[in-house]
């Protein structure tokens, strides 16, 4: 779907994302020996021929800050792009640069593939992200604050509240704030307190009237209490004044250290390391030893400290010494902290600066008639591709998940649970199916980052329900989207399959872009059975009928196909490569494109997030074109079209380290005329000359496409309208 509102025309490119910090020299850093960079010439490809994966990471970011910045967005749409501009950038900071800092500080000399230090990456991170937060910052208070206070949503501080409004708010403040809050002196009786990770604090300085004396206190903001106060409804249900809730406390201070003057307040927020890892032994619970790990989280070192533009620099120098932060990691912020609050504007019942709301379709094969037929019925006449948002999960996966559960003839259920909801219809799916006395497999992987702790929670409950839970494998991550169905018919057995690219989450299903295959294929059930065995038993199994497995078989089948083209073009026949990705990084399928581009294969990519691959280099990249489309929807899925062989697959591993050797993934083909018609569809929308996106250069700069169209396509429009969901 379009970012735009529905019912507006399609807007014009994007604006470009903003000036970067001058791009690393490749040839600065002194080369390092072979065995310690993974750029080393190969087949006589050139050493700097990667970008590098932490700076193409904050491009992603500025592209998604240059859809906030973008007028023809609805203008809670920009707010709501704001918030995950924010909420990208903690995650950033407490997994990417922690890792960076982590390997910084144990001397590791491994360098990145375009040959940078962790130390040299973590500087051009800082330079580049101080950049970025100045504009977003600016973004805000310059452009969607006043615009939204001209549309009669304000969001306002202490010194501008009318007096009857400061009265009612002293209520709330002593009624519901005051009693939680715990102001922390710091002196030699009271060590500086512990700072949890994104938590917003203010830093206060009182004065001892009578002794003359300063000190320091740290109050915490409550994070159980929403961030911005409604302070009235302006009359009418169309406008509403809101006040950040550390203004409301800030103003109050004097409550909390009565008889003291307070001389000075700054607010500030530090974000600590969260890249957890498990200590995995085969011979220890491998819940138990998450657990412990998770216990720990939260005190991990600092990776980054905000703080207010007017902070004094003494009030600095006491928290840089206090939590024992780099200056180089301090990130100064014009505005408010933590713009993620901006997700409750969002929720403002302001259906004309949205988006029209969408509800998605449900898939024709699977569309009630005068006689409904089961899943199974449908799946026995022919495979079925489904296309999330626009098909409906709930009538499509989840009923196939959901019937399975309530089908008398099915014996089994094994299922991959990476990511779900909280109140999920899977997981009660399931819980009823073992409760039949079905046999019912769920691999919940509980090493899923940020989810852990809903895992466990989930894996019990599947447990107690009777369910067979298995904790994900030790040294892997299991990543895969897959489910199977054993169903008795007659005296034949009979496998029923879903392999996708997203996770069993019907509200993030609303959200993210994703496909899926339901199928009864006979080699794929196999298959599926086979996985299940290794997953749950001690099976060594690296090759498959029909799919390719990770961590064995995904590279490697990837880059045979691509070798295949490559004879194909030599041979003078049709050859071509389309892929779809969230993220392009792994050099060996990188090299790959790059002697298909040499060969004369004409490779497109559309990848959301990252990629290292440099595009549009004479001899070796000039047949590579690169683009990213962002909107309403994350585009999540993961499709690959190699035109000569005549082959598409979907899966659910990105072209990255991590999902080709760390994880278990599953690639399945997509063999049905009809079907492969549906991603080709795809495919030739996203890569049309008209549609919206942004191009990568051969310098690194993504360049806004289409230049100089009044003509422009929107992608997720289209799909929309291909598949006839409603907008």
């Known amino acids: 779907m379009s970012t735009e509102n529905n019912d507006q025309p399609p807007a014009p490119a994007p604006p470009p ?60 749409e920009r707010a709501k792009f704001l918030a995950i501009f924010a909420s990208n950038l903690d995650e950033f900071y407490m997994v990417r640069v922690a890792g960076l800092k982590r390997r910084r500080e144990t001397g590791l000399s491994v360098r990145s593939a375009d040959g940078l230090t962790p130390r040299e990456q973590l500087a051009y991170i800082a330079k580049r992200n101080q950049e970025l937060v100045e504009q977003h910052a600016s973004a805000f208070e310059q452009r969607i604050r006043p615009e939204l206070a001209q549309r009669g949503i304000r969001i306002v501080r202490w010194a501008e509240l009318e007096d009857d409004d400061r009265r009612r708010l002293l209520v709330y403040f ?48 409550p994070d159980n209490v929403p961030r911005l106060l ?71 070192p600092p990776v980054r400290l905000e703080i207010a533009s007017d902070m004094s620099e003494h009030m600095q120098e006491l928290l840089l010494r206090e939590l024992e932060v780099h200056p180089n990691d301090v990130v100064v912020i014009n505005g408010l902290l933590d713009l993620s609050c901006l997700w409750q504007l969002h929720a403002v ?21 005068e006689t409904p037929k089961s899943v199974f019925a449908t799946l026995r006449e022919g495979d ?11 009538t499509s996966v989840q009923r196939f998940i959901e019937q399975a559960a309530s089908d008398p003839h099915v014996l ?31 691999l ?11 895992n466990i929670k989930w894996a019990r409950a599947l447990e107690k329900a009777g369910v067979h839970v298995v904790y994900g494998l030790v040294g892997l991550k299991t990543h895969c989207k897959t489910s199977l169905v054993v169903r008795q018919e007659g005296s034949t057995i009979r496998r029923y399959c879903h392999i996708g690219t997203g996770n069993y989450n019907p509200k993030t299903a609303r ?28 099976a060594r199994q690296n090759t498959y009928r029909s799919l390719l497995v990770a961590p064995h078989g995904i590279r490697r089948g990837i880059v045979e196909r691509i070798e295949q083209e490559i004879e194909f073009a030599r041979a003078g026949k049709p050859a071509g490569i389309r892929f779809k990705v969230n993220s392009l990084v792994d050099e060996q399928v990188i090299d790959a494109l790059y002697r298909a581009s040499q060969a004369g294969v004409p490779v497109d990519v559309v990848v959301r997030g990252i990629c290292a691959l440099k595009p549009g280099i004479d001899g070796l990249s000039e047949n590579i074109e690169v683009r990213s489309i962002l909107g309403r929807f994350l585009e999540h899925s993961r499709v690959f079209h190699f035109v000569g062989c005549g082959e598409h697959w979907i899966g659910s591993a990105d072209m990255m380290h991590r999902n080709l050797d760390r994880r278990v993934e599953v690639q399945v083909p997509v063999r049905n005329p009809r079907l492969v018609k549906q991603l080709d569809a795809m495919f030739d929308s996203a890569l049309d000359p008209g549609t919206r996106c942004w191009v990568l250069q051969p310098d690194g700069e993504w360049e806004p496409a289409p230049q100089g169209s009044d003509q422009v396509r929107d992608h997720q429009r289209e799909m929309i309208a291909l598949h006839g969901a409603q907008g």
Request: hydrophobic share 40%.
């Open 384 to 394: 079925v591709l489904v296309h999330h948002p626009y098909d409906s999960f709930s």
């Open 349 to 369: 019942d302001r259906k004309d600066l949205k988006d029209a709301p969408f509800v998605p379709a449900t898939h024709p094969a699977f569309a009630e008639h």
């Open 412 to 442: 089994a259920i094994k299922q991959t649970l990476y990511r779900t909801s909280g109140d999920s219809p899977i997981v009660d799916a399931l819980i009823d199916a073992a409760e039949a006395g079905k046999q019912v497999v769920a």
């Open 174 to 221: 002593t009624e519901q704030i005051f009693p939680v809050l715990t102001p922390l002196a710091v002196d030699p009786a009271h060590p500086f307190p512990y700072i949890s990770g994104l938590s917003l604090n203010l830093a206060v300085t009182v004065r001892d009237p009578e002794a003359g004396t300063e000190r320091f206190a740290r109050v915490k903001v």
């Open 17 to 76: 994302p903003p000036n970067r910090p001058e791009r690393p020299e490749r040839s600065a850093p002194s080369a390092p020996p072979a065995a310690t960079t993974a750029s080393a010439a190969v087949d006589g490809l050139p050493d700097d021929r990667y970008f590098n994966r932490e700076l193409s990471w904050l491009d992603f970011n500025a592209r998604v800050l240059a859809l906030a910045e973008d007028e023809s967005q609805p203008l809670l």
């Open 511 to 538: 959200l993210y872009e994703d496909i899926g295959l339901l199928t009864a294929e006979p080699s794929i059930g196999a298959d599926l059975t086979d996985l299940f065995n290794v997953l749950t038993g001690y």
């Open 230 to 300: 409604q302070v009235q409804s302006n009359g009418d249900e169309w406008s509403a004044t809101f006040l950040p809730l550390e203004d409301l406390i800030g103003a109050h201070l004097g409550e909390l250290f009565t008889g003291m003057e307070v001389t000075e307040v700054h607010e500030f927020r530090v974000t600590r390391n969260a890249d957890l890892e498990v200590e995995e032994d085969r011979d220890e619970d491998l819940l138990l030893a998450l657990e412990r790990e998770l216990a720990q989280r939260r005190f991990g």
């Open 444 to 454: 919940v992987e509980i090493k899923a980052r940020f989810d852990e702790q809903a």
